[in-house]
């Protein structure tokens, strides 16, 4: 199982971003799936979470009504719909799928947001 993060790059503050993570190589649906950030010098901190039909979503207190978590199973992507960027959302993104115990994490997408 591999998952492909895309979608990073340079905005400046204010602006958007949509990462997608794209999920290949199974031939299963992922249940629980999240998206994580590292940035410079800190530890992985979970940024959004989705269950596998996506009728719950959790989202850390710094994304809240600024990112918006989602996912397509017939095209086995998730996504991160990212709005009113600041430059400490500056980070790699990382993509994680979750079955019955076992993790699967893509390499991450990196999103740097000027001020």
């Known amino acids: 199982v591999q998952l492909v993060e895309s979608g990073g790059g340079l905005v400046q503050g204010g602006g958007s971003l949509r990462l997608s993570c794209a999920v290949s190589?199974?031939?299963?649906?992922?249940?629980?799936m999240g998206w994580y950030r590292q940035a410079p010098g800190k530890q992985r901190e979970l940024v959004a979470a989705i269950t596998r039909d996506g009728d719950k979503t959790n989202y850390a207190d710094f994304v809240k009504g600024r990112f918006i978590i989602s996912r397509d199973n017939a095209k086995n992507t998730m996504y991160l719909q990212m709005n009113s960027l600041k430059p400490e959302d500056t980070a790699v993104y990382y993509c994680k799928g979750e079955n019955y115990g076992t993790e699967y994490w893509g390499k991450g997408t990196l999103v740097t947001v000027s001020s």
């Open positions: 190589g199974s031939t299963f649906i992922i249940n629980a």
